[in-house]
């Protein structure tokens, strides 16, 4: 889990001095259909993969259709031109186990003419685009990497019988990708902070993130649904659909994108995983048109 720098702290464990934000370029979602069949090595890949963690594939698994992570990171490319022609650090971010053998983050380096470094983000629940942002953030203040490409996943094929915990259940498949760069205007992200939780609730921790940024606007995730405290009038607050849990929150991030690079808007973004006792916050500030 990725933890806040050293020095002062507010009450929600940020630093005294802002750190640097990003700047967003681009923010583009998608939203697909069936997607394609399963291939005929994946009727022995899988159940074996299975038997190997002591778990077995559920009946018809394969007779469905699926969009895997490759396949949903090849459809978008084309919308983020020229910000998909190269990149410094890609970093997935996802909760399910992808539904395609191999890596989809290797495929991107072939599609991309100037590939940098790519990698994924897993195992961190509803928080883990949160831990991505963080390390795209570490890179560029330690590496000065500039283009950076956050990609959040969902993908709804589930090729094992245990239990998923409804917060974490996919209903529909879905990329979003954050393209950053220095020159960008679109707007300035912040690096996420991560509160614990465990001596507090959640409720408590965001009613003081709300004291201190004084968002217009606030974005909240699956882990939020039912846990919100009392918002301040006049704060717009925009809860993520169900069934998106990596996704939610960063898709109605680049639906409104739009309408506040017209307006200006300050967004606070959040959510909480209840297993690892952490809400994670991250605040967009973006410019009205008239004043970039």
Known sequence: MYVTAPGRRSRTGTPAGETA?????????????????FGNDDHIYYPDLMRSYGTTCPPG???????SFTDMVTAVLPRLRP???????AVLAATTPDSQPGFPMCHLSTLVPDAGLAFAVLDQGLVTAFTALQVLANRARRDGAGRLLLIAA????????????????????????LAFDPAADGGRLY????????SRTPEVALAE????????????????AG??????????????????????????????????????????????????????????????????
Request: proline letters at 11%; charged letters at 20%.
């Open 83 to 89: 910000h998909a022609d190269g990149f410094d650090l």
């Open 21 to 37: 934000p990003l700047g967003l370029a681009r923010a583009v979602h998608q939203v697909f259909g069936p997607g394609g069949p």
């Open 227 to 292: 846990r919100m405290p009392a918002v301040p009038a006049g704060t717009l607050v925009l809860p993520a659909p169900h069934g998106q849990p990596v996704t939610g929150v960063w898709q109605e991030v680049a639906t409104r994108l739009p309408r506040w690079q017209v307006d200006g808007a300050r967004v606070l973004i959040a959510d909480h995983d209840s297993d690892q006792e952490r809400l994670a916050i991250c605040r967009l500030d973006v410019p009205a048109a008239g004043r970039r």
């Open 154 to 177: 969902d993908q709804t094929a589930l090729l094992h019988d245990l239990p998923v915990p409804y917060r974490l259940r996919v209903e529909r498949d879905v990329v979003v990708v």
């Open 209 to 224: 993130a709300l004291a201190d940024e004084k968002p217009q606007v606030l974005v909240t995730g699956t882990g939020l």
């Open 191 to 198: 690096p996420p902070r991560s509160v614990p939780t465990a």
């Open 61 to 67: 698994a394969f007779e469905g259709r699926r969009n």
